[in-house]
């Protein structure tokens, strides 16, 4: 392309289209000396580097914004001197993509970081176009180099952000997901999300291929889920995966609704393996159902005297009615009403014994959890008769104050009931040096969606320094004590969704043992 022809020279049509269209000077120096000016003017002013080089690649022009940036002369960036401005780094495939666009004549594109005057180098977008004679000969080539410093900055650091995340969320486990609830389209899915569904990162995934890895008894949850997300505007629910080999994996689920201009119901939303997680907390739980159980039986070895005792009573019982009425069906006339009596005795002792025994055998049992509807204050109650011959030996005055309302509980009756027992002891046991032995239970509701239990007792009280101690496992301040207690008390509250806390009473007559829990319909909803 000649930029210096004359108007006469060429057509005006064609001088138009190869160098620009300015308006012929009235004034001054002939048309084609006018535009040559402008030109060069318009070639040094634009942001951007301009270069143009024989059909060879060896540099013919550049313009005065490359050599005020690199300090070069324009004799030293004449033929192949440019080269020397490419960092050395990026001269080896600065250099092979430029040959290769010459030897192909192709269009040339590279990213390179180039010298300024200081020493300082940056990136720079370098692009060039081959101009072609009417035979498709290559006649020159004419480029531009485009500063991207800044924006390569940001990529790289957006690109270590990435990895950043990407290498933590698959540490973590979780995987994130784009969906649309208008039509089930997965339109994104993680690495780690691949990872955790089984999946080839290759195809897109579809919601059909999700649903095959789901376990067949989760599958109907999961879909009514997924139906519900839009009205709620969230997700959030665990199932289980079945892996190709046949293992389970268990994930949990997590999403919120994105607003978008096309009004689709968008989710974003992370998918975590937890499967390390639930084989952790069923180890805790077993390990805890042991704990739990080697306390109950600590506490029959020290109620033994006390059950025996109670036992003994309806045994003996049995055993003089039963005599009694041996000797009546010996007469000659039986008063047969006498012996109804007599049996019918028997038989409420006969059931005494029976309900002892059970509640000795519920408290020694080692069954898993069973969560139910429970009426905290019947549980209460039946704790009481199961103390019974303790409080007796005690001479202690138990005062049970039921709430006004139900108490229904969603809990593991032994559980909570151990429980009771545990603080019921820990009162009586303060109650030893204590001229009023006097316990206070307290059933009540509390801000509607829970009901709250208070054990007070008119001992000793609790020291300030142990205060804080008080759920240490291990810590106690009873000789013999095994400090397993109140620690095992905290685990199987907070397990129910509870809380328990323990502290002085205000008149500083005693100490006060309070454990809260939601309501039955409560924690049916947390369960969920």
């Known amino acids: 392309m000649n930029f210096s022809s004359s108007a006469s020279d060429t057509d005006p049509t064609e001088q138009n289209s190869r160098i620009i269209d300015y308006p012929v000077p009235v004034y001054g120096d002939e048309p084609h000396v006018m535009a040559d000016r402008q030109w060069r003017a318009m070639v040094n002013t634009i942001p951007a580097i301009v270069w143009s080089t024989d059909p060879s690649g060896s540099n013919t022009f550049h313009n005065k914004r490359l050599l005020d940036y690199t300090g070069f002369s324009r004799e030293e960036a004449q033929g192949w001197g440019w080269s020397k401005m490419i960092h050395p780094d990026d001269e080896a495939k600065h250099g092979a993509a430029w040959m290769a666009a010459v030897e192909s004549g192709g269009r040339f594109e590279c990213e390179s970081r180039l010298r300024r005057f200081d020493g300082e180098y940056r990136w720079f977008l370098a692009r060039a176009e081959a101009l072609r004679d009417e035979q498709g000969r290559v006649v020159s080539w004419y480029g531009t180099n485009i500063d991207i410093h800044d924006r390569k900055l940001a990529e790289n650091a957006l690109q270590r952000s990435e990895a950043y995340l990407s290498e933590s969320l698959r540490l973590n486990g979780t995987g994130i997901f784009g969906w649309n609830a208008s039509n089930g389209d997965i339109f994104y899915l993680s690495d780690e999300g691949y990872r955790i569904f089984d999946l080839s990162p290759m195809v897109k995934p579809t919601f059909e291929d999700l649903a095959r890895k789901l376990h067949v008894d989760d599958l109907d949850a999961v879909l009514q889920h997924l139906n519900d997300a839009p009205s709620r505007g969230e997700l959030n629910f665990r199932c289980r995966l079945v892996t190709p080999s046949g293992d389970i994996k ?68 049995i055993a003089a009615n039963s005599e009694a009425g041996l000797r009546w069906l010996n007469r000659e006339n039986p008063d047969w009403r006498e012996l109804r009596d007599l049996t019918s005795r028997i038989v409420t002792n006969v059931r005494r014994a029976t309900d002892i025994i059970s509640r000795v055998r519920s408290m020694a049992t080692r069954a898993s959890p069973i969560h139910e509807p429970v009426s905290l204050d019947e549980l209460i109650r039946e704790a009481l008769l199961f103390l019974r011959p303790e409080v007796q030996a005690r001479e202690a005055q138990i005062l049970h104050h039921v709430a006004s309302s139900d108490t229904l509980v969603h809990a593991d009756r032994t559980q909570i009931q151990q429980v009771v027992v545990n603080l019921l002891l820990n009162a009586m046991h303060a109650l030893e040096n204590s001229p009023t032995r006097r316990i206070t239970i307290r059933t009540e509701m509390e801000k509607a969606t829970t009901v709250r239990v208070s054990i007070e007792d008119t001992g000793g009280g609790i020291s300030q320094e142990n205060l804080p101690r008080l759920f240490d496992s291990f810590f ?50 947390l369960d969920k």
């Open 250 to 317: 268990h994930i949990h689920v997590t999403g919120h609704f994105v607003p978008n201009e096309l009004c689709h119901l968008h989710f974003l939303g992370a998918v975590s393996d937890i499967t390390e997680r639930v084989t952790a907390e069923a180890l805790l739980q077993k390990l805890q159902s042991d704990f739990a159980h080697a306390s109950r039986i600590s506490i029959l070895g020290e109620l033994t005297a006390s059950i025996a005792h109670e036992i003994a009573q309806p045994l003996s019982a």
């Open 476 to 525: 106690t301040t009873k000789s013999g004590g095994m400090g397993i207690g109140l620690p095992l008390c905290k685990s199987i509250i907070e397990a129910h969704g509870g809380s328990i806390s323990g502290q002085n009473r205000p008149d500083c007559q005693g100490a006060r043992f309070v454990f809260a829990l939601p309501l039955a319909h409560e924690a049916s909803v």
